[in-house]
């Protein structure tokens, strides 16, 4: 066990030291098996995988090493190869009894591809294959391929360079310029710039300040933030670290969704490693600055998203917005000024203070800077978490990262921004994705949560589930969030059951007004947003069920004969 | 006169098979060096009691709340807000059943429905037999390709059908065992 660093030296000491331990391992003569766990693989089979390899090092002393999901959750559970003398060699799927067999190289079949620039024999590169060819990944870029619980392996790979950079070398000015500079917006979804949120921060009069990062992640379709935590939780970490340092707080904060165990246990485990190795507390690395750092979990209630609930949460009592002004940056945590920022744009901070602004502000498009990440559920063939430049189009993702739709199922839409859009078609796929471009459609950027449903899902029906979600979890301090979702679900109840009129169309516009205008906050803003694009994109759908009393899609339970018909006899 | 039954709505108060000296030395992680973070840790000692007991009864919510310096009126606001929390024991056997988007385009409508025609019990009810709770996650426990999904006593059932469910229920039921046994995440 490492003791404390306590300078300058020590820390540089102790990273040559790492980087000499990675390079050995990957440049040694002993085979190395590496397995991707995280919360998607492991409900797989990638456990019984691990212990599979185990037994087999038992006999061989082969070198067997746990690390997170890359991300393809098509190829889960899948295992890592360095054989001596050749490149890693990413194989998958594997179940648990055919690993004797891959470390026996005889299952080369399975072989997907080589992690690194070249290929090998026939198999390719991964970087070559459809899934990863769009990527580029910054936030992702030790995603399955280093051991998460490993504070070495994260800083024999870079981790803390950009803290020690932002510590020693650079004021406080320098880095939020940087930060500015590179025009993050947040991944949150509201996509308001970093850096000038850190510039209050730094402003702000009073103290003690603190840093907030939001990795709630409570939306029923989004899958990035948990991961991000899950595969390389030290980048969050100096992310949050480095904002401190930059705003002059005190204190950083991780609010973390409850319903996301594993993220939980392996960002503790990354602040803990980082506490007793003195990256975090008083006088760090001999630099003189102290800061201090708190993990606070969520209990499943998905308005703790937003910024001011989030903040009560911490604080001890129910997640309910207030009213802005005063902004966070203003008066947040214990009313003190209070920087908050989502996981994925904390997790994107160490790469800009490293490389600089410029360089990050070079990817992208002009309103949209960096990379995003896009998370895909529903029939597709490779789905899964990917990390693209901002403005890639709807089809690259859709027909290239996510392989197009399974055999068997017709696409039919394409849910954007989580519960607060609407859905796009596909003669929206050339549409590029960035903060800005699907809102005239109707959709949204968001989070980078995106559904595909076919053919046997009903607009209205689904439309219904959207809204619905929003009842249930709006917290009930306004009246127009509170009153207004479940009338709104009542109207899209009755149109499901083939009782509405057209009339109700109107109904359901007119409600929406006083829900988007009039709620308190951000979600209950968006709330019918859903079923608006629903109707917009689908409206045929919704006149069959209130007309012709027919479900096209064969999912709602119409149980009355349409007046039109009636008419008709 | 015999018992008087309870009063209609009261059902929520019911005899606590909670040890509190368990309760008590659970809050013995939690041990703040101030009033705000004492409130900060309100949440967090919850769910460590939450999930070692399956629930919080008023009389561990008295203890937490008497630990960290506050009232039970506050900790009973934060459990009938926050999705996670029981106050009402769990039965035998426990499910997590996931109704995120994936899930739902999969078909977990269909799944909740069956729980309610056929085994009679709705999101955070038990069946009277006591044998099964189930808890609908509105959110997403995160195994999209494996949607629908649930979390049976801690084990990961994926690609759940009606037939499949029920299959898998009765399966769990008539082995015996409980919810404890599994472990959870």
Known sequence: MESRLNSRADFEAFRARARERWNDLWEGDRMVASVGLDSSATPKGADKVLSACKAVAYDTGMIVREVSGNGATWMEPWVEVKRPGQPPIVYGPI??????????????????????????????????????????????????????????????????????????????????????????????????????????????KVTPKFVVCNSHEGEPNVYKDRRILESDPHRVLEGILIACISVGAERGYNYIGGEHPVAIARFRKAVADAERLGLIGRNVLGSGKDVFFRVRTGGGAYI????????????????????????????????????????????????????GGAWYASIGTEKSKGTKLMTVQGPMQTPGLVEVPMGTTLRTLMEECWGGMKPGFTFKGIQTGGVSAGPLKEEHFDLPVDFDSLTEYGGMLGSGGFVVFDSTICAVDFARYLTAFNRVESCSKCVPCHRGNPA?????????????????????????????????????????????????QFPEEFRAHILDGVCPAGACPIDRRPARAAAAD | MGEAAPPA?????????????????????????????????????????????????LEAAEVVAEHLGTTATRVYALLTFY??????????????LCHGMSCFVGGSQRLVQELKDRWGIEDGETTADGELTVQVVNGCLGVCDRAP?????????????????????????????????????
Not at chain 2, 9 to 22: E, F, K, N, R
Not at chain 2, 83 to 96: C, I, S, V, Y
Request: hydrophobic share 40%; charged share 25%.
């Open chain 2, 83 to 96: 999705a996670d929390f029981r106050t009402e024991p769990r039965g035998k056997h426990f499910m997590l």
């Open chain 1, 95 to 204: 179940d648990p009894d055919e690993v004797p067999a891959l470390l026996a190289g005889r299952l080369e079949s399975r072989a997907i591809g080589v992690r690194g620039d070249t290929a090998f024999g026939t198999i390719p590169p991964l970087s070559e294959i459809p899934f990863f060819k769009p990527q580029q990944r910054i936030v992702l870029q030790n995603a399955g391929i280093i051991d998460p619980g490993s504070i070495e392996d994260a800083i024999g790979r870079g981790a803390y360079d950009a803290y020690f950079k932002v510590l020693f070398e650079m004021s406080q000015e320098e880095a939020i310029a940087e930060v500015t500079t590179a025009n993050v917006r947040g991944r949150g979804g509201a996509g308001f710039p970093a850096g000038i949120k850190w510039e209050s921060g730094r402003k702000a």
């Open chain 2, 9 to 57: 709505g009261m059902t929520g108060i019911v005899q606590s098979d909670i040890d509190l000296d368990v309760v008590r030395s659970i809050l013995q992680r939690f041990q703040p060096r101030d009033h705000q973070e004492a409130q900060e840790l309100i949440l967090g000692a919850l769910q460590e009691v939450n999930e070692h007991f399956g629930y919080v009864s």
């Open chain 1, 304 to 355: 703790c998203g937003e910024g001011s609930a989030l903040m009560y949460s911490i604080m001890g009592v129910r997640g309910m917005p207030r009213t802005k002004p005063p902004r966070s940056v203003e008066e947040g945590i214990w009313r003190r000024p209070t920087v908050a920022n989502n996981t994925e744009t904390m997790a994107n901070i160490p790469s800009i203070i490293l490389n």
């Open chain 1, 488 to 536: 709104l679900v009542e109207i899209v109840d009755r149109i499901r059951l083939g009782r509405g009129s057209m009339e109700d169309l109107a109904l359901i516009e007119r409600t929406s007004k006083h829900v988007i205008e009039l709620s308190l906050c951000g979600l209950g803003q968006v709330a019918p947003m859903p079923l608006l694009g629903m109707m917009k």
């Open chain 2, 149 to 185: 999904y649930c979390v049976l006593d801690g084990h990961s059932v994926g690609e759940l059908t009606v037939e499949s469910l029920n299959e898998t229920l009765q399966r769990v039921i008539a082995a015996g065992g409980s919810w404890k046994d599994g472990h959870h995440g």
